[in-house]
């Protein structure tokens, strides 16, 4: 996105300031917006980006309504941006879970969609979003439990685009104690999410007993996972660029002549690419692997394909493959 034609405010020095040190390096496009739920993370970021940006920030805050403190949080966004003289957009959506989806996923679509939104009718150019290193360290660990490939081990991007609209992370090199302590120095305080305690979550489990018994054994792990995070990444991003060269190489959809002309790992790297970048599916392993297979066995023209998918089914069509919704 192009920058600000107009006079960018100057950003305040940062000093040895943990939480403003990232956001004075980062730059961004201006005005931006600032990702608000009230608690101790996005108070630090959103006092913080007013410092290094007066004027030039406003507030967004996401009522879910899936929670009775949703209405307090409300409240603390509204006393919080008073206090900071910011502008505060409130967006109320309907989070509920579609059947077979977690409420976790449904939560966090509605609020990028919701954060979007806000944004580009208030004209911003970027959202900035609170999540630090604890938050990277969880995620990885998250992925690692549930065996994820180089996507998943990548971890959460610093930048990325979604519904129209940059979203930033500056704060992944932040442990997430020091924008609790800039938090409880702030006049106007936080709230505390309730849901945060609940160790039947499993990022909460990681977060109450795992991260300690990191800390305890290895006190530099948030550096070292956000530098394997990092190296994942960009493993990730030439698998995608020798994918899309392959595919190119086929006319934009798989061929199976063309797909047996590959390496197994590169028939499933570019069969992955297609499916995620023009059908929005994620396959499983179990199912990318019999896709693969099936795929060695269309040897004559009357072999027929037709497997489930993500949400539909890839289909034979004569030499080539396709992708039906279910």
């Known amino acids: 996105m192009a920058a600000s034609p107009t006079p960018r405010p100057r950003p305040a020095e940062a000093g040895s300031d943990p939480v403003?040190?990232?956001?004075?390096?980062?730059?961004?496009?201006?005005?931006?917006?600032?990702?608000?739920?009230?608690?101790?993370?996005?108070?630090?970021?959103?006092?913080?980006?007013?410092?290094?940006?007066?004027?030039?920030?406003?507030?967004?805050?996401?009522?879910?309504?899936?929670?009775?403190?949703?209405?307090?949080?409300?409240?603390?966004?509204?006393?919080?941006?008073?206090?900071?003289?910011?502008?505060?957009?409130?967006?109320?959506?309907?989070?509920?879970?579609?059947?077979?989806?977690?409420?976790?996923?449904?939560?966090?679509?509605?609020?990028?969609?919701?954060?979007?939104e806000a944004a580009r009718e208030a004209g911003l150019a970027c959202v900035l979003l609170a999540q630090h290193a604890d938050d990277q360290a969880e995620t990885l660990l998250l992925a690692l439990s549930r065996g994820a490939?180089?996507?998943?081990?990548?971890?959460?991007?610093?930048?990325?685009?979604?519904?129209?609209?940059?979203?930033?992370?500056?704060?992944?090199?932040?442990?997430?104690?020091?924008?609790?302590?800039?938090?409880?120095?702030l006049p106007f305080g936080f709230i505390e999410d309730p849901t945060n305690a609940d160790t039947r979550f499993t990022r909460n489990r990681i977060r109450h007993e795992l991260l300690p018994a990191l800390e305890r054994a290895f006190p530099s792990f948030r550096d070292t996972f956000s530098r394997s995070a990092r190296h994942a990444a960009q493993a990730q991003k030439l698998l995608d660029e020798v994918a899309a060269s392959d595919l190119a190489a086929m006319g934009g959809e798989p061929d199976l002549a063309g797909l047996?002309?590959?390496?197994?790992?590169?028939?499933?790297?570019?069969?992955?690419?297609?499916?995620?970048t023009t059908h929005a599916?994620?396959?499983?392993?179990?199912?990318?692997?019999?896709?693969?297979?099936?795929?060695?066995?269309?040897?004559?023209?009357?072999?027929?394909?037709?497997l489930k998918v993500g949400t539909g089914f890839v289909l034979r069509d004569g030499p080539r493959l396709r992708f039906e919704p279910g």
Not at 75 to 85: D, I, K, T, V, Y
Not at 169 to 175: E, Q
Not at 260 to 276: C, E, F, I, P, T
Request: charge should be positive; proline fraction near 7%.
């Open 20 to 116: 403003l040190a990232p956001l004075r390096a980062l730059n961004p496009s201006l005005p931006l917006g600032v990702a608000f739920s009230g608690g101790a993370d996005s108070s630090a970021l959103l006092a913080a980006a007013v410092r290094a940006w007066p004027g030039a920030v406003q507030a967004i805050h996401v009522h879910h309504g899936l929670q009775a403190a949703a209405d307090a949080f409300d409240e603390q966004c509204a006393r919080a941006c008073s206090a900071l003289g910011v502008p505060l957009r409130t967006r109320r959506v309907d989070a509920k879970a579609a059947p077979g989806e977690s409420p976790e996923d449904a939560a966090r679509r509605a609020r990028y969609q919701a954060l979007a």
């Open 149 to 185: 490939g180089l996507p998943g081990l990548a971890g959460m991007p610093a930048r990325f685009e979604r519904h129209g609209m940059v979203f930033l992370r500056p704060l992944l090199s932040v442990p997430g104690a020091e924008l609790r302590r800039a938090a409880k120095a």
């Open 260 to 276: 047996r002309s590959l390496s197994s790992a590169r028939q499933g790297n570019v069969l992955r690419h297609w499916l995620k």
């Open 281 to 306: 599916q994620q396959p499983s392993a179990a199912q990318l692997d019999e896709l693969l297979a099936q795929i060695a066995d269309c040897t004559t023209r009357g072999h027929r394909l037709r």
